[in-house]
């Protein structure tokens, strides 16, 4: 399995500070995706990262890919008690048939106001 | 939000009889999936569909079907529910994959509790 490993598992920090969550996984990749959970909701999309590709930015999201190190980033920043949820990275291989996205376990973020 | 429905929302039922989940969407995307959410496993892909009738097994399909006879309907069902199926199921849809476009779009999820 390339399951993504995250860490950490859980994260709280006071509303205006920035949190960044770290994201491991096994095997090459075609892209490597963040989404976001809300308690007792769906996951939404938040940005895409490509294989060929190293940094991404979008709105106060950045994400970081080290293809070497199997490794990723996410930093929000000036973070907002709105930020509180889970946040999940999913891969999808670059072997892989059907978009198949496999998800690590997850960072649960808590922003203090 | 993309127009994926998820029904039922919530379900209790026994061990031994068979359940469907039903995932419906308005999108009109080619790809569909479900997933099972277990605490400190994050999702798991189940089973997954690239196209009316055709669909192919994911990392924990053991023990669940699934049919799609319509683009905009998927279901899954467990034959014979077992407590391990205890769970909230995602349904997801994207576009094809050759569109370059590789996000994945959430229902609201189905909480199970198999007694």
């Known amino acids: 399995s390339q399951q993504g490993e995250e860490d950490p598992q859980a994260l709280s920090i006071q509303e205006g500070e920035n949190a960044t969550m770290n994201c491991s996984y096994k095997?090459?990749?075609?892209?490597l995706q963040w989404y976001r959970q809300n308690s007792g909701r769906g996951l939404v999309h938040l940005i895409l990262?490509?294989?060929?590709?190293r940094e991404k930015h979008s709105g106060r999201l950045r994400v970081t890919l080290d293809t070497s190190k199997k490794s990723s980033s996410l930093l929000i920043t000036a973070s907002r008690a709105a930020d509180t949820a889970s946040y999940f990275c999913?891969?999808?291989?670059?072997?892989?048939?059907?978009?198949?996205?496999?998800f690590g376990a997850g960072t649960i973020l808590r922003v203090k106001s | 939000d993309a127009g994926i429905t998820q029904s039922p929302r919530h379900k209790v039922t026994e061990t031994g009889t068979p359940v469907t989940l039903r995932c419906h969407q308005t999108?009109?995307?080619?790809?569909m999936y479900w997933y099972r959410q277990d605490p400190g496993h994050g999702l798991r892909l189940i089973h997954y569909?690239?196209?009316?009738?055709?669909?192919d097994k994911g990392e924990v399909s053991d023990g669940y079907s699934v049919s799609r006879s319509k683009t905009e309907d998927f279901l899954l069902t467990l034959e014979s529910a077992t407590s391990s199926q205890t769970s909230v199921y995602f349904c997801?849809?994207?576009?094809?994959?050759?569109?370059?476009?590789?996000?994945?779009?959430f229902g609201p999820g189905t909480r199970l509790t198999v007694l």
């Open positions: 997801a849809i994207s576009e094809s994959p050759s569109q370059g476009t590789d996000t994945q779009y």
């Open positions: 095997t090459s990749i075609n892209n």
């Open positions: 990262i490509r294989s060929n590709e």
């Open positions: 999913a891969t999808v291989g670059s072997m892989e048939y059907g978009n198949k996205l496999v």
């Open positions: 999108e009109n995307h080619r790809y």
């Open positions: 569909s690239y196209g009316v009738k055709d669909t």
